[in-house]
C-alpha cells in the first residue's frame, strides 16, 4: 500500500512539475487574437505570473480547509480544541520573500519566452550555488568539500547548457533570443536564492506549515502583482497598445483561443498539485528523492520539447544535463564520493524556488560542535 502511494506521489510531482512549465510555455508560442484584432502569440509574462501566484495561494485555502477538518474530527472525539497550538507568527514576515518571488518569478517568465523551456528548467538549478555561496555569507554556514565539487559540476554543467542554447541559435518563435532569456533565468535564480536566505532569516525560527507559508506567499504576491498591473497599463512598452503590460488584452486573448486558455489554467493547478505533491513526497519519502524527481522533470521537459518540435537535439546540453545531474547528486549526498569528508548535518527547513518545503542539510562546523 505505502509503495503505491509513494509511486503515486513520485508519478504526481513529475507530472504537474513538468505541466507547469510546458503550458506556460505552450501559452507563449500560441497566437491568439487581441484587442486591436491581429493574431500575436500569448507575450504576458506578469499576468503569468499573476497565475502562479493564484497557483500558490489555493495553498492556503486547502490549508485552512485541512485544519477546519481537522478541528471538526477532534469536536466529534470530544478532544480539546483550546488546547491546540496558537499561530506565533504576523503573516507580514511573508511579504518580503513574497516580493523576492515576484521578481524572479516575473523574470523566469520572461525569460522563457525567449529561450527553449528545457534549457528554462536546466538553468534554474544554478539556485543550489547562489543559495550556497549567500549561506556562507550571510548565515554563517561551513559548505563541505563535497558541496564545492557539486556546486562546481552545476556550473559546469550550465556552462554546456547555456552554449548550447547560444550556438544553436534563435529557434523562431519558440527560442527568439536564448542568450538574453538565459541572462533573466538565471539573474532570477540569484533573487531566489535571497529569497531563501531570507525566509531562512525571517520564518526559519517559526514552525510554519508547508502549505500555509506557500499560501500566504501566494497571497501576497496575488495582491503586489495585481496593483502592479494597473501601473503597468500606464507605463510605455511594446506590449499591445504600446503599454509595458496590456492586462486587458491578455484576458481577450485567453476568452479567443481555447489552447492559450487551457494552458494557462493548466498553469494554475499544476502549480497548486505540485507544491502539494512536493510536500508530501518530502514528508512521506526523503527531501533526497524530491532532489531526484526533479532531475526526472527537467529529462520530461526536454524530451517533450524535442518531440513536439520545440526545440532540435543538441549534444551540448545532453553532457550539460549529465554534469548537472551528477551535481546535484553529490551536493544532495545521493552519490558519495570516496574518502571525502561527510560530517553529520544539522537539517532545517526552506523553501525552494517553487514553494515546496525541504530538508536542507548543513554539516555542523567543528567549532560549533
Known sequence: MALGYHAFLALGMVVTGSLNTLSTKLADVTEAEGL???????????????????????????????????????????EFVDNEPKQQFSPIIFLLPALCD?????????????????VFQMLRGSVVIFTGALS??????????????????????????????????????????PLLGDIFVIIAQVIVAVQMVVEEKLIGKYDVPALQAVGWEGAFGCAVMSMLLVMFQFIPGSSAGGVFENTADAVFQLGSSPVVLIATLGNFFSIAFFNFFGISVTKEMSATTRMVLDSVRTFVIWGVSMLIGWQDFQY??????????????????????????????VQEKLLDDSGNAYVSDWPVAEEEM
Open 316 to 345: 551540448l546540453q545532453v553532457i550539460g544535463f549529465v554534469i548537472l545531474l551528477a551535481g546535484t547528486c553529490v551536493y544532495n549526498k545521493i552519490v558519495r564520493i570516496p574518502k571525502m569528508r561527510y560530517d553529520e548535518p
Open 136 to 177: 556562507v555569507i550571510f548565515l554563517k554556514r561551513k559548505l563541505m568539500p563535497f558541496h564545492w565539487l557539486g556546486m562546481f559540476l552545476i556550473l559546469s554543467g550550465l556552462a554546456f547548457v547555456g552554449v548550447a542554447s547560444v550556438v544553436s541559435g534563435g529557434g523562431g518563435k519558440n527560442a527568439p533570443n
Open 36 to 78: 486591436d484584432g491581429d493574431k500575436t502569440e500569448f507575450n504576458h509574462p506578469f499576468v503569468q505570473a499573476l497565475g502562479m501566484f493564484l497557483g500558490e495561494f489555493s495553498c492556503l485555502l486547502v490549508f485552512k480547509l485541512l485544519m477546519y477538518r481537522e478541528r471538526k474530527q477532534r469536536r466529534v472525539q470530544n
Open 102 to 118: 515576484l521578481t524572479a518569478t516575473s523574470l523566469m517568465y520572461l525569460g522563457l519566452t525567449m529561450t527553449y523551456a528545457s
